[in-house]
């Protein structure tokens, strides 16, 4: 059961991050089902560990607060280096997104680190602490831009270019720490 939910998280990262929009309508990978994929893959691990629990109740929040985003809604407010600036109206749902997100992904971090811990799988522990440092630094840093170009600076177009890599590489690196869980953990329970 434990690698099956695993896999369920796995999917449902790949359907948070890639975002394929046309005509503003994010309707070919929506984070909505990827968050379904989510609940329904820690509802696989909540009897391995009380954090997959507490993330569960945070996915489900997050299932309803990315109807938000299903549809673009922005304003332009500016045009400049390379870059066009808009404006969010539903800013403050995208936060308290993000915010959620964090401590839904930081109870997935630590229940692999503490059953991997409980384990006396030394490497598995230090790869999930590890992942969610990187997954932490780099939605600080995307949201930081995020705030800068609100403000309606101008963004040099090879900061967001570094900032969507850098993204990609901690989503594909979280996925990879799923797939691992999903081989190394195997239903020891630690409630």
Request: proline fraction near 2%; include cysteine.
């Amino acid at each position: 059961m434990a690698e099956k939910g695993f896999m369920k998280i796995f999917w449902g990262f790949l359907f948070i991050f890639l975002d394929i929009r046309i005509n503003g309508i994010d309707f070919i990978l929506p984070d909505f089902i990827g968050y379904i994929l989510i609940v329904v893959g820690l509802a696989y691990l909540c009897d391995l560990h009380r954090r997959f629990r507490t993330a569960n109740a945070y996915a489900k929040i997050m299932v309803l607060l990315s109807f938000a985003d299903l549809v673009e809604m922005k304003r332009v407010i500016g045009r400049g280096g390379g870059l066009t600036y808009w404006h969010n109206p539903f800013w403050p749902i995208t936060l308290l997104g993000v915010i959620l997100n964090l401590i839904m992904v930081w109870h997935i971090c630590r229940a692999i680190v503490e059953l991997a811990e409980a384990s006396e799988n030394r490497d598995l522990a230090d790869t999930a602490a590890l992942r969610w440092k990187l997954y932490l630094a780099v939605v600080i840093i995307g949201s930081g831009i995020g705030l800068v170009a609100l403000a309606g600076a101008e963004l040099n177009l090879m900061i967001v270019i570094a900032a969507v890599v850098f993204g990609l590489v901690a989503m594909v690196l979280m996925m990879g720490l799923m797939l691992r869980a999903s081989r190394e953990i195997h239903g020891k329970s630690f409630v």
